[in-house]
């Protein structure tokens, strides 16, 4: 199949604007973010995934490699979402039937990194030879293009299926917020350690006033059961710490699918998080980041992980990407 590259597809996506003022200055270059004015804030663009009625296509998924976008991509309708493996994790595919279908992410139990040394025996966490930590992933990822300093709100349905094993190390994110090459700035992650295999946390990272780095922090911690469909909405407004400036905030909605048409606040409360200076992140510094979906986890020899999806929005306003109450 031909791929299409993701930068002329994302260009085309419908841009809606949250406010009159928008960013001018080049994050490209910027050596510290940039805090918006009072009452400014940027485009949102907006993004879906795994929308019933849409045709859903997983491009390439024999190419799918830990170069993202190399294959395993995911097209669907004007959307295009990066596809990326590493180590056990597998190609994102299309399960279901064509009346229930979900976006699947599963590693492979085995899967052996060759010459794997064990790093933590207490953790389970493993390395290569050059002590590097070894991960799985099996992800799709938006483009570097949602903003900071504005509310960006995702809506999603998750279900963690049952043979799910307990996770070691630092848990198994399905969702993440990159801003650089980094470590993520916040997400969603199964909870590791033994019988929490179905509870996801929600986190974030930054670096804090009088502190090097919070690291991990987990906000709050929700049960998904088993084979059960959940749907959250989660409203990220990303801003660094910087001296003075106003913190940013996180809030997080929940329902049990066909449990209840009643939705949950689990939280809100203002926090930093994302990286304000250059020095956190490798290669290019942003004042933007991507979301990536699926799986990404520590290495575990011998564990079965998967992750399902449906119904993934981003966009402007909670109205807009709430995957219930659509009619």
Not at 46 to 62: H, V
Not at 87 to 115: H, Q, V
Not at 142 to 154: A, E, N, R, S, Y
Not at 166 to 178: C, I, K
Request: net charge neutral; proline share 5%; glycine share 12%.
């Amino acid at each position: 199949m031909t791929q299409i590259s993701a930068p002329g597809r994302l260009a085309r996506r419908t841009m809606v604007l949250t406010a009159a003022v928008i960013l001018s200055a080049s994050v490209a270059v910027a050596a510290v973010t940039n805090p918006l004015p009072a009452g400014a804030a940027e485009p949102v663009r907006s993004y879906a995934a795994g929308i019933a009625g849409e045709t859903w296509t997983i491009e390439d998924p024999e190419d799918c490699s830990a170069e993202i976008g190399a294959g395993g991509n995911l097209r669907e309708g004007e959307d295009f979402f990066q596809g990326k493996c590493q180590g056990a994790g597998e190609a994102p595919r299309i399960t279901g039937t064509s009346e229930a279908r979900a976006l699947t992410f599963r590693t492979d139990k085995d899967f052996r990194y060759p010459g794997a040394i064990i790093e933590d025996p207490a953790k389970n966490t493993w390395q290569d030879a050059a002590g590097n930590t070894l991960r799985d992933r099996s992800e799709l990822a938006t483009g570097w293009d949602l903003p900071f300093h504005t509310d960006v709100w995702v809506g999603f349905d998750v279900r963690i299926p049952a043979g799910v094993d307990d996770v070691t190390g630092s848990g198994a994110y399905v969702l993440q917020l990159w801003q650089c090459t980094a470590n993520p700035i916040g997400g969603v992650r199964i909870q590791s350690g033994a019988g929490n295999g179905h509870n996801l946390q929600f986190v974030r990272r930054g670096e804090e006033p009088g502190m090097e780095l919070e690291y991990n922090k987990a906000m709050a911690t929700k049960s998904v059961g088993t084979d059960e469909w959940h749907s959250f909405v989660i409203k990220y407004n990303v801003e660094p710490y910087h001296e003075g400036a106003p913190k940013g905030r996180i809030a997080v909605w929940h329902r049990r699918v066909g449990a209840t048409t009643v939705e949950t606040k689990l939280f809100e409360r203002e926090e930093y998080f994302g990286y304000a200076t250059r020095s956190r992140c490798t290669g290019e510094f942003r004042n933007e980041f991507k979301i990536k979906f699926g799986l990404y986890k520590d290495y575990q020899p011998g564990a079965t992980f998967r992750s399902d999806f449906r119904d993934l929005r981003i966009g402007a306003s909670k109205a807009a990407v709430q995957p219930y109450n659509r009619g």
